[in-house]
């Protein structure tokens, strides 16, 4: 809950379009919480290995929650498909 | 003391349809421009921001406060751009100063929407007019504004956050173009450029 409010919030605040993301850092062997604009990948840009990512650009949501990204980004975690996550922390973990 | 107001509509909320509906007015005037007044009057409260105006807020902030105050320029801005029963070829001397640059205003246009089409993610594109004479065509990101250069006098500018347009046109930035140019309003642009 910690993490989903965290991230929930550093999403939100993303200025203009970008990313939230859930991600793995290798080094320090820990979950790390980050945001990208625009389209930067997690992965170049800060070196995490991207676990979970949610798209505020403003097409992902505007249709249905119009200019509420904060309810957008609370509903996503109602679809986050953990399989998926988990498979790729393995990953991460093993690499 | 004051804190900011939102500015109303210079126009009816159903005046620019077809080509901007009154559902994106409300939202994008009655939320999104009114959200960033909100946001700025709470930032400016309690502090020595609350005497100035917002153009001197704009000149000298960063952060949270600058993308808020020139958001709220921006869109205010944006709004004195457009009017009903306005659009086409530009007129007055404004029309003559881009015939006389570009060699014709769809030579003009296409330049424009060149630059409002590659104008990656959240942003504005922008006419001015710089020190010399002569106009430019520029694009800034997120907040950005070209108030800040002082070099530059603001004539026009198009709203490119997908806010602005994925109520009418969906993902298509290329049709919101079309609607933005039967509605711009070469009056105020023409008092801008004077």
């Known amino acids: ?95 | 003391i004051m804190a900011f107001e939102l500015p109303a509509l210079p126009f009816a909320k159903n005046a620019l349809e077809p080509h901007i509906s009154a559902e994106t007015l409300e939202y994008h005037h009655g939320k999104h421009h009114a959200t960033y007044i909100l946001k700025l009057n709470g930032l400016i409260e309690g502090t020595e921001l609350e005497e100035k105006s917002l153009e001197d807020i704009i000149q000298s902030a960063t952060g949270p406060l600058f993308n808020n105050a020139a958001q709220v320029w921006n869109h205010t801005f944006y709004w004195n751009c457009l009017a009903p029963n306005a659009g086409g070829t530009a007129t007055g001397k404004i029309g003559t100063a881009i015939i006389k640059q570009f060699g014709s205003f769809e030579a003009f246009q296409e330049k424009f929407n060149d630059k409002a089409i590659n104008n990656f993610a959240s942003s504005w594109t922008w006419l001015v007019k710089k020190e010399d004479g002569t106009l430019d065509i520029i694009n800034t990101s997120n907040a950005g504004t070209p108030l800040t250069d002082n070099s530059v006098t603001v004539l026009l500018t198009v709203d490119l956050w997908e806010h602005a347009y994925y109520i009418d046109y969906r993902n298509v930035r290329p049709n919101y173009l079309k609607g933005f140019w039967a509605l711009v309003n070469w009056d105020f642009v023409n008092n801008n450029f004077a």
């Open chain 1, 1 to 95: 809950e910690a993490m989903q409010s965290q991230l929930s919030a550093a999403t939100v605040a993303v200025q203009g379009s970008g990313w939230g993301w859930l991600g793995y850092n290798k080094q320090r062997k820990a979950l790390q919480l980050a945001t990208c604009p625009n389209q930067d990948p997690l992965e170049a840009s800060t070196g995490l290995v991207p676990l979970f990512g949610i798209d505020v650009w403003e097409h992902a949501y505007y249709l249905q929650y119009k200019n509420v990204r904060p309810d957008y980004v609370k509903a996503i975690w109602k679809v986050a498909n953990w399989k998926d996550i988990s498979s790729r922390y393995d990953a991460a973990l093993k690499a």
